[in-house]
């Protein structure tokens, strides 16, 4: 089981591009208390462009990317997550819109690592199903540092600078996802070996 929250980094009009953040735990990852945090921005798909944040108005286009890398098993790779289309019209990525989405079905993202060759391959699946209520001081605080598991290593290409960045996002959340943020409850499934190109 896995929890998601969706948040709009700025707290910008729904009509304006934002900052979108995808952040997922998976409890039990690695055993008992092996917690694993996954933090995603939306980011561009060339090669340079998933490295950076980009700001869009719609939740379920383009992809979510670590733009740092993880070292995976023996090898470093970006992690992304990639929205499966089930809808034509945007998805502005806040509580409302994201209620409205729910209620006519789930959300289903590719949580795919990058491959040698620069594409993509899917080694799990994040369906959100439904909206799990918070209070502000109930709001999970995640942090992929201090939640990782032997087989997900977040770079230690400044790492310093993130934790430090994590502490502070932390002791703002309260404030900061009040009124962007959303808690879903997902189901991790694996999906050993497919092999996605984008």
């Known amino acids: 089981m896995a929890t998601a929250r969706l948040s709009r980094a700025g707290g910008l009009p729904r009509r304006l591009p934002d900052g979108l953040g995808l952040a997922i735990r998976v409890a039990d990852a690695d055993g008992p208390d092996g917690t694993l945090d996954l933090l995603m921005t939306s980011s561009g798909r060339g090669r340079a462009g998933r490295h950076l944040p980009l700001p869009c108005t719609d939740a379920q286009r383009g992809l979510y990317s670590s733009l740092l890398p993880y070292r995976v098993a023996d090898r470093s790779c970006l992690l992304v997550a990639i929205p499966r289309r089930t809808r034509q019209a945007p998805l502005p990525g806040d509580l409302e819109g994201m209620a409205a989405a ?3 079905g789930p959300l289903v993202y590719d949580l795919c690592a990058e491959t040698g060759d620069r594409s993509w391959r899917r080694f799990a699946v994040l369906t959100v ?3 799990l209520p918070m209070d502000r001081k109930d709001t999970l605080g995640f942090d992929p540092y201090a939640h990782s598991v032997r087989a997900f290593t977040p770079s230690p290409a400044l790492a310093a600078i993130r934790r430090a960045a ?6 703002g959340r309260s404030l ?6 959303m808690g879903g409850e997902g189901r991790r499934t694996g999906a050993g070996g497919q092999h996605d190109e984008r």
């Open 102 to 104: 729910l209620a006519a």
């Open 129 to 131: 199903r439904d909206i």
């Open 166 to 171: 994590y502490r502070g996002s932390r002791s």
């Open 176 to 181: 900061r996802f009040a009124g962007g943020g």
